[in-house]
Nanobody
């Protein structure tokens, strides 16, 4: 497992943008973002395979969110655009020793989890 540290959360007005960052303490195969809206289950947002740059998105978010990564720095980023009230959540960075295809969208594929960073979208 690796230790993950998120940053970049905050309060933003609807329609605005935020960029989250997450740095891992060591090399990992893939990293991703999940989120936990208030009172709801944790859901997949996006993932990035550091080995080859393959990206995975939740279908409902891929038009507004962009995930990227820097394998040399063991760091990923999540650019969130046109934020909506329903994007309010704790965003959790995750790390996986290995995942492929749709398994990179499953929480069970990620054995390392960060503490999370709060994103609040206001009207």
């Amino acid at each position: 497992q690796v230790t993950l540290v998120e940053s970049g959360g905050g309060v933003v007005q609807a329609g605005g943008s935020l960029r989250l960052s997450c740095k891992a303490s060591g090399r990992t195969f893939a990293m991703g973002w999940f989120r936990r809206p208030p009172g709801k289950k944790t859901e997949f947002v996006a993932a990035f395979r550091l080995t080859d740059g393959t990206t995975y998105y939740a279908d409902t978010l891929k038009s507004r969110f962009v995930i990227s990564g820097d394998s040399a720095r063991n760091t990923i980023y999540l650019q969130m655009n046109n934020l909506k009230l329903e994007d309010t959540a704790v965003y959790l960075c995750t790390g996986s020793r290995y995942c492929v295809d749709d398994y990179c969208r499953e929480s069970s594929s990620f054995e390392s989890w960060g503490q999370g960073t709060q994103v609040s979208v206001s009207s």
